[in-house]
C-alpha cells in the first residue's frame, strides 16, 4: 500500500477516535462532528489515490449525484424526521456495503481464499438485512409500515431458523468460495431476514432498534474493510458497529429490559390487556384552559419541563425555550428532564433542546433529576406519553412495567400538552392523565405554548 494513502487513513482513523469522544457530552458534542466530518475527508482522499482507479469519470458522477441528494436531505428535511433520516441513512449503508460484496464475490469469486470469502460473505448477510431492517423501520417511523408489532404464530422459532439457514449458507461459502449459488440464495435470504426481524418489534422500541441498525451497518463496513484490505473501513466499521451495540444495551437497560426481549418480546403493542389499563377506569381526565396553565406556572418557583415526541412532531423546541426564559424572567427555576428513550432515537429530545439553544447546564438525564419532582411546583410535560405513566412502578401487568419514568405524579401540579388522549407507543393508557395534580391542556403544543407565553403573569 502507498504510504501516502496509509498516512491519510491513520490520520482519519485518529480523527474519528476523537470525533466519537467528542460525541459523548452535549458541549463538545459539534466539535465531534467536525472533527468526524474531516476524518472523513481524509479517508476519501486516500482512496481516491488508490493505484487501481482506472478512471474517475464515474466517481466523479456518484459524488455530484450523492452529494445532492445529500444536500437535500439535510435542507428538506426537519429536525423532527432525524430518527427517520437516520433510518433511511443506515438502509444506504447497508445495501453500499452488501453491493460492494457482491461485486467482489462476482469479479474473485473462484480465487477467494476462506478468510476474504467469510469476510464478504459477512459484509453481505449484515449489509442485506441492515439495508431491508432499516426500511421497515422508516416505514414504521414515517407511518408506511404499522407501527405497532406485526407478529404471527412462531415467529421467533422461524426467524431463529432462517438466521441459522442464512449463517449455514455463510459457512459455506466460506469454505468453498466456488459456491456461488450459495453466495446469491444467502444474500436474497439475508434481505428476508431484515424484514422479518424488525417487523415485530413495535414502536416503543424503534430507539434501540435505531441503534441496533446501526451497529448492524458498521459491521457490514468493517467488513468490507477486510474484504477489500481497507484499513479505515476497518476501523471505522470496528468504532459504528461498537458504538452502536453497547448503545442498544445501554438503552434497553434503561427501559429496565433485558436486550433479548427488544429483540423477542414484541413490545410496544397496539392493544393491552384490561389489566393494564384497570388503574384508569372511573377516573375523569381535568382539561385546563391556556389560561389556567399560564396561572399555575407563574405562580411557581420550580418547574421541571419533561419532553417527548409530540414536542417533536410539532416542532415545538422554541417555544419550550422561549417560556422557560420567560419563566425564569419572573424568578422561577426551570429544568428539564430527559429521559434516555423520549422520542424515536437515542438523544432526539437533547438535539432539539439543543438546536433551540437551551442551556446544556439546564438539561439533566432522568436519573439525575427524578427524585427533584416532589420538591417541583410544576411538572410541564409537552407530549410525552409512555415515560411519564405511573404505570410503570406499580402496575405489573402493565407492558412498561419496571421501566423508570418521570416522577411528574409526585409534583405539586402537573401540565400535561397533548394532542388528544390517543395512547403512546406501547399503546396503553396513562395513568398520569387521570391522576388527582394533573390537568390536561389539549392541542398543538407549539400554539398552547406560545398562547401560555402571552398570558403569563
Known amino acids: 500500500m502507498n504510504p501516502t494513502i496509509e498516512l491519510l487513513y491513520l490520520i482519519g482513523s485518529v480523527l474519528f477516535v476523537m470525533g466519537l469522544r467528542g460525541l459523548g457530552h452535549p458541549e463538545s458534542a459539534r466539535r465531534g462532528v467536525i472533527l468526524s466530518e474531516f476524518g472523513m475527508a481524509f479517508a476519501v482522499a486516500g482512496t481516491l489515490l488508490h493505484p487501481h482507479i482506472v478512471t474517475y469519470k464515474w ?11 445529500g444536500i437535500a436531505m439535510s435542507a428538506l428535511i426537519p429536525m423532527t424526521k432525524m430518527p427517520e433520516r437516520i433510518a433511511l441513512s443506515h438502509a444506504f449503508g447497508g445495501l453500499a456495503a452488501a453491493l460492494v460484496g457482491v461485486v467482489e464475490f462476482y469479479n474473485h469469486g473462484h480465487h477467494l ?94 430507539p434501540v432498534v435505531v441503534a441496533l441498525l446501526n451497529s448492524y451497518a458498521g459491521l457490514a463496513a468493517s467488513a468490507t474493510g477486510f474484504a477489500l484490505g481497507n484499513n479505515v473501513l476497518i476501523i471505522a466499521g470496528a468504532l459504528d458497529g461498537a458504538s452502536g451495540f453497547i448503545l442498544s444495551v445501554v438503552m434497553s437497560r434503561a427501559m429496565n429490559r433485558s436486550f433479548a426481549n427488544v429483540l423477542f418480546g414484541a413490545f410496544g403493542s397496539a392493544g393491552d390487556s384490561p389489566a393494564a389499563v384497570a388503574d384508569s377506569e372511573g377516573k375523569e381526565v381535568r382539561e385546563a384552559s391556556v389560561g389556567d396553565a399560564a396561572m399555575l406556572l407563574s405562580g411557581a418557583t420550580k418547574v421541571i419541563v419533561v ?5 417533536a412532531v410539532a416542532q415545538a423546541q422554541h417555544a419550550v425555550r422561549e417560556l422557560g426564559e420567560k419563566l425564569e424572567e419572573n424568578g422561577v427555576q426551570v429544568s428539564y428532564c430527559i429521559h434516555p428513550v423520549a422520542g424515536r432515537m437515542p438523544g432526539h429530545m437533547n438535539v432539539l433542546l439543543a438546536e433551540a439553544n437551551v442551556p446544556y447546564d439546564q438539561l439533566f438525564e432522568l436519573d439525575e433529576i427524578n427524585d427533584e419532582f416532589q420538591h417541583a411546583d410544576v411538572a410541564l410535560v409537552v407530549g410525552a406519553n409512555d415515560t411519564v405513566n405511573p404505570a410503570a412502578k406499580h402496575n405489573e401487568s402493565s407492558p412498561i412495567y419496571g421501566m423508570p419514568v418521570a416522577n411528574c405524579d409526585l409534583a405539586g401540579a402537573c401540565i400535561v400538552l397533548k ?18 395534580n394533573t390537568v390536561m391542556t389539549f392541542g398543538d403544543a407549539k400554539v398552547t405554548l406560545e398562547s ?6
Not at 419 to 436: V, W
Not at 452 to 457: A, K, Q, S, Y
Request: net charge negative; proline share 3%.
Open 113 to 206: 481464499d476462506h478468510i476474504k470469502a467469510g469476510a464478504i460473505s459477512f459484509e453481505v448477510l449484515f449489509g442485506g438485512l441492515t439495508f431491508t431492517g432499516s426500511l421497515i423501520a422508516f416505514g414504521k417511523l414515517q407511518g408506511i409500515v404499522p407501527g405497532r408489532n406485526i407478529t404471527y404464530k412462531f415467529q421467533n422459532q422461524s426467524n431463529i431458523v432462517v438466521f441459522l439457514l442464512t449463517v449455514a449458507m455463510m459457512v459455506t461459502v466460506t469454505m468453498d468460495p466456488s459456491q456461488s449459488v450459495v453466495f446469491y440464495c444467502m444474500m436474497f435470504v439475508a434481505f428476508l431476514l431484515g424484514v422479518l426481524l424488525v417487523i415485530p418489534i413495535g414502536g416503543a422500541d424503534m
Open 59 to 69: 466517481i466523479a458522477i456518484a459524488a455530484v449525484i450523492g452529494s445532492g441528494i
Open 307 to 311: 419532553p417527548g415526541y409530540g414536542m
Open 419 to 436: 394532542r388528544s388522549m390517543n395512547a403512546g407507543f406501547a399503546g396503553i393508557e396513562n395513568e398520569l392523565f387521570t391522576s388527582e
Open 452 to 457: 401560555i407565553i402571552e398570558n403569563l403573569i
